[in-house]
């Protein structure tokens, strides 16, 4: 095989303008997948990354989403009792009821109004949600008007500063925080005390209880304690999988998207490595029918080139991948279609992405190179010889 | 114009190379006429929604109801003509995947201030007569091959519906007049609705058609006005400005398809210009005779150029035939009712046209350049 994939190889850099206008076409190919896949990659990943393997969401039997779940006020007391349910240092069940509601506030960029999301929460959140970390100020107390904000939502919307006060629901509410949240769906949301929002949305209830578990390995016997008491119409979600679930469609919409831009596009990719290809094989005749009369096989003429045309697409599949590097961590937003509200996220490159993208153009290489090697296989040794 | 046989003939010298061409500027051509209708549909439900309709929705967020009472007070605004009210019901059919939009409305003021809604007489006065009927799109038809007096349950999906079903039958299937209505909508009496919801005398948002559309600003300030400090306060703006702000919220979609197509086009670029410098490569010899004979290196890049864009107005063409063909209302219904219909229109197939023909300039030009600095003497002391 040296000598062959020596030869292969050196013919190659012969030819590197031909060789590298191909490579850059692949090169786009994979940029553009790698890139719109690192959508629906920072979508999913910030809204998964909101759930804890150790905690259960309460929702009402049958909502997908907490926008359509109810929990009336005395279900959390019997909630807050069940033995799955973790106790705080002074006792008290690690349980979160909230309320989540969306109100409007203008983008920084535009000035146009969006809808964020503002959730009410109980005392125990934030040792619930043991993710979330203050950046600047404190926690809210409860009891009184004042509420978080999470550094994505004070980057994209106007009038959110520290000190600041902000209006809805017929109140004004001071910020007292400003908090982080490693990148969860958390960090595009507002904070505030849930018994407070609840009179000012005029809601009688609570929409979820977020708790925290004894241990992740207890959720089968929680569930099936809810399920047995005949006051709770109420079904618990190990959170992860909520979120996951939440992300869905977004993340569904993107990836038929990409798929099927990437997919069509490839096909005028593969057409342009074909057309080298056959370039390739049409000067290089007479060797190939050297190579044969030598005693090479028509097998390993047709590895040969086809290697040759899959080692050319991987060059342009790497560049395509440096190309689509600089997106990772570039912070944008969208509307998350199962919350009908904005939240913000990081396109995500991860390893993974970039070997899929790899893959792909080892596999346009491929299929462009498939069909000249077969034809340079084929050629007669003896007319190719006579060839000049 | 006598080279033209000259130029399709080497067009014609390697028929899989040029065919391969064609087919890769088709591709490109294709995706940008398909993202370009996307990004189009968008503009076109922003352009087509009215500037004499203002909406009303709670300044909070729309997802918060108000009164009925609201509703008079609003047509005592002087300005305003004419006044109706719906709400979102987010009703889920079989399956939450089924998404399509559902809204009550009070059926007669909505049918009258939404010309845009074509519906026959006969089938709008079976709807109007009947408190479960329903309209449906002419889409949604298609989608769920319904037919008229069919029924159809829709499982309320949120909380203040309740949680009975709500049984509806089928009165009447409407054709969309613009792009300001989609054809994938179900309507149905506001009443019906509020009969059998949990919360009652609660309205989503209140629509008012304008005297003069001039008096937009003002009479929105009016009406907001009105119910500045109320529990309930108000945010009115145009159905333009409502659905431009809409559209905003998925992201800068602008940025997003227009890269994409930018990359399109440059992988095409980089297909095309290798192909043609690949083809002047292999006339070296013939290219030299040429010049010999006494053509001018001007003409040998013209003929150049006019083979690549020759082949890739074909391209181009066969693309934005395809696109036209088959990109149309039905595609995408992945989306889920989120994105306004698009289809590529004439408009559309003609710039893919065009952009084909400016690939086709543009990867041509290096080669073109090679071929016309030729040196005779060492070309034809060359063996190809």
């Known amino acids: 095989m040296g000598l062959i994939a020596n030869y292969n190889l050196r013919s190659m850099i012969v030819r590197k303008g031909t060789a590298a206008m191909t490579a850059m076409g692949i090169a786009m190919v994979v940029a553009v997948f790698v890139m719109t896949l690192a959508i629906a990659q920072g979508f999913r990943s910030t809204l998964v990354a909101s759930g804890s393997p150790e905690n259960a969401i309460i929702l009402r039997k049958g909502s997908t989403s907490e926008n359509l779940s109810a929990v009336l006020k005395n279900q959390l007391p019997i909630i807050e009792s069940l033995p799955q349910i973790a106790h705080g240092p002074d006792g008290r069940p690690l349980a979160s009821a909230e309320l989540l509601v969306i109100i409007s506030l203008p983008r920084v960029t535009d000035n146009q109004p969006a809808n964020v999301p503002l959730r009410g929460v109980g005392p125990k959140a934030y040792e619930v949600r043991s993710t979330l970390k203050f950046v600047e100020g404190r926690r809210f107390t409860p009891g009184t008007r004042e509420i978080n904000v999470g550094q994505q939502a004070l980057t994209r919307f106007k009038g959110l500063a520290l000190g600041s006060d902000v209006k809805f629901g017929s109140a004004t509410w001071k910020v007292a925080g400003i908090f982080t949240a490693e990148d969860a769906s958390f960090e595009s949301e507002i904070w505030g005390d849930v018994d407070l929002m609840m009179p000012a949305f005029q809601r009688g209830g609570y929409q979820s209880v977020t708790a925290k578990m004894t241990d992740p390995s207890v959720f089968e016997s929680l569930d099936a304690a809810i399920a047995a008491d005949p006051r709770l119409d109420l079904k618990p979600q190990r959170e992860p999988e909520y979120y996951a679930d939440q992300s869905a469609t977004t993340t569904t919409l993107i990836r038929v998207f990409a798929t099927f831009v990437t997919v069509i596009l490839s096909i005028g990719a593969v057409f342009g490595a074909m057309n080298t290809m056959y370039a390739a094989v049409a000067y290089r005749t007479r060797e190939i029918g050297t190579l044969r009369a030598l005693g090479f096989s028509r097998l390993r003429i047709v590895t040969a080139f086809l290697a040759e045309s899959v080692a050319l697409a991987l060059v342009g599949g790497a560049i395509g991948c440096v190309l689509a590097l600089p997106v990772h961590g570039l912070s944008t937003g969208t509307m998350n279609m199962a919350s009908f509200s904005e939240l913000a996220f990081k396109f995500r490159i991860t390893p993974g992405l970039l070997l899929g993208g790899l893959l792909f153009s080892a596999l346009m290489g491929a299929v462009g190179g498939l069909l000249p090697a077969i034809r340079a296989a084929r050629i007669p040794v003896a007319r190719a010889l006579r060839e000049i | ?384």
């Not at chain 2, 609660?202 to 109320?230: C, H, M, Y």
């Open chain 2, 1 to 384: 114009m006598k080279f033209i046989n000259l130029v399709l003939k080497s067009a014609r010298r390697s028929k899989r190379r040029t065919a391969l061409t064609v087919l890769s500027v088709a591709i490109a051509v294709f995706l940008f006429s398909a993202l370009r209708a996307v990004l189009d549909g968008f503009n076109a439900a922003t352009e087509a929604s009215s500037s004499t309709r203002l909406v009303t929705i709670r300044s909070t967020s729309m997802i918060f109801n108000m009164p009925t009472s609201h509703v008079d007070t609003i047509r005592s605004v002087p300005g305003v003509q004419d006044v109706t009210y719906a709400n979102w019901f987010g009703g889920i059919y079989k399956d939450p995947k089924n998404f399509f939009a559902n809204i009550a409305i009070e059926p007669e003021s909505y049918l009258r201030m939404y010309p845009e809604i074509i519906v026959s007489p006969e089938e709008k006065q079976a709807f109007l007569e009947d408190r479960t009927g329903c309209l449906v799109g002419s889409g949604l038809v298609k989608r769920y091959d319904w037919h008229v007096g069919d029924k159809i349950v829709l499982k309320p999906g949120i909380p203040y519906y309740g949680t009975q079903d709500y049984p509806f039958t089928i009165r009447g299937i409407y054709k969309s007049g613009s792009s300001a209505v989609d054809d994938q909508t179900m309507w149905f009496h506001w009443k019906y609705v509020d009969e059998r919801g949990a919360v009652h005398g609660q309205v989503g948002w209140v629509v008012a058609l304008l005297n003069n559309p001039d008096a937009a600003t003002r009479v929105s300030q009016l009406i907001d006005e009105k119910f500045a400090n109320s529990p309930n306060e108000t945010k009115t703006d145009t159905e333009k400005q409502f659905q431009a702000s809409f559209a905003s919220m998925l992201g800068n979609l602008n940025l997003l398809l227009g890269s994409v197509a930018l990359a399109v086009v440059i992988t095409t670029l980089f297909v095309a210009g290798n192909t043609m410098a690949m083809s002047v490569r292999e006339r070296t010899t013939e290219i030299a005779v040429m010049r010999t004979l006494g053509f001018q290196a001007v003409t040998i890049f013209l003929l150049v150029v006019g083979e690549g864009i020759v082949v890739s107005i074909v391209g181009g063409a066969l693309g934005a035939f395809v696109a036209r063909l088959i990109v149309n209302g039905e595609f995408l219904q992945a989306a889920g009712g989120f994105i306004p219909q698009f289809g590529v229109n004439n408009w559309n197939a003609v710039t893919g046209v065009g952009l084909g023909a400016v690939i086709g300039l543009l990867a041509a030009l290096i080669p073109a350049t090679m071929a016309s600095r030729l040196k005779i003497v060492d070309a034809l002391r060359r063996v190809a």
